[in-house]
C-alpha cells in the first residue's frame, strides 16, 4: 500500500495562529477567574468622611503595587515584574479627595481609606435692591 502526505489545508500558518489565540484566550479565561476569586478577600466600608475598601494582597511589596484614582474610581494592579498579578477597579459612589486620602500594605493586607471629596457650592446668592 502507498500512503501519500498531500499538504492540508489546515497546516497552513492559519492553524498555528488559531492555536496561539487560544492559549492567550484561555490565559485570560484564567486570569478573569483569579481576579474574581481574589475579589472575594475584599471588603468596603464608608462613613462621613471616607470610603475604607480592604483586599487581600499576599506576596505583593508595596513598591509592586499601583493605584491610580479618577473622579470615582479607585484602580489597582500589580506592576510589571511583580510575582503575582493584581487588576482590579472600584467604582465609588462618591469623588475621591486625593490629597487627604491614604494606602497602607500590611501582612499582605492593603487597606484604602479614601477620603470622599466635599461637593463645591457653585451657587451664589444675589441681593434685592
Do not use: W
Amino acid at each position: 500500500m502507498f500512503f501519500a502526505t498531500a499538504p492540508s489545508p489546515l497546516s497552513s500558518g492559519l492553524r498555528r495562529q488559531a492555536y496561539a489565540h487560544a492559549g492567550r484566550t484561555v490565559d485570560r479565561f484564567l486570569d478573569d477567574a483569579l481576579c474574581s476569586a481574589r475579589q472575594q478577600g475584599a471588603a468596603y466600608t464608608q462613613d462621613d468622611a471616607a470610603f475604607t475598601l480592604t483586599l487581600d494582597m499576599p506576596g505583593i511589596a508595596k513598591d509592586q503595587l499601583s493605584i491610580a484614582i479618577e473622579g470615582a474610581v479607585v484602580r489597582i494592579s500589580s506592576k510589571e515584574g511583580a510575582p503575582r498579578r493584581y487588576r482590579a477597579a472600584y467604582e465609588l459612589p462618591q469623588d475621591v479627595d486625593t490629597t487627604q486620602s491614604e494606602a497602607k500594605l500590611e501582612n499582605g493586607v492593603l487597606t484604602l481609606k479614601l477620603a470622599k471629596k466635599v461637593p463645591v457650592k457653585n451657587s451664589t446668592e444675589l441681593t434685592i435692591q
